[in-house]
């Protein structure tokens, strides 16, 4: 079973910069509004964004991460929308539902990366 997901791993992250040319040019800068509006982009803001905020929303308040990673990747997607296409109210609708996708996304990354070194810490 390992053997499977292992290879499975490495199969996704080989078709990874297929996924990114789909979506169009590859950015040369680390992030662009154009970036941030894509799916991609809003999943790697969003993953940086809660590895940094985790700990200290984790001392204050005690916010289920699900919650802040959905609302970092709302925050995000209306706000590269707001600069690239403008804000409307369908535009609005549209990322409220792809930041759940969005959510999805990185919640995924982080249990493939992360999870195993956070495991191994204990």
């Given at each position: 079973?390992?053997?499977?997901?292992?290879?499975?791993?490495?199969?996704?992250?080989?078709?990874?910069?297929?996924?990114?040319?789909?979506?169009g040019e590859i950015p040369s800068e680390p992030f662009t509004w154009q970036y941030l509006a894509t799916i991609l982009g809003a999943t790697a803001a969003t993953l940086v964004f809660v590895q940094?905020?985790?700990?200290?929303?984790?001392?204050?308040?005690?916010?289920?991460?699900?919650?802040?990673?959905?609302?970092?990747?709302?925050?995000?997607?209306?706000?590269?929308?707001?600069?690239?296409?403008?804000?409307?109210?369908?535009?609005?609708?549209?990322?409220?539902?792809?930041?759940?996708?969005?959510?999805?996304?990185?919640?995924?990354?982080?249990?493939?990366?992360?999870?195993?070194?956070?495991?191994?810490?204990?």
């Open positions: 079973m390992k053997k499977l997901f292992w290879c499975l791993f490495v199969i996704l992250m080989l078709l990874l910069p297929i996924v990114a040319l789909a979506e940094i905020l985790k700990l200290p929303i984790d001392k204050i308040w005690k916010i289920p991460t699900k919650i802040v990673v959905y609302f970092i990747a709302l925050i995000i997607l209306e706000t590269a929308t707001y600069f690239t296409a403008g804000l409307d109210a369908s535009s609005a609708i549209l990322a409220v539902l792809n930041a759940g996708i969005v959510t999805l996304a990185a919640w995924g990354a982080y249990e493939v990366t992360f999870r195993k070194l956070d495991e191994k810490k204990e």
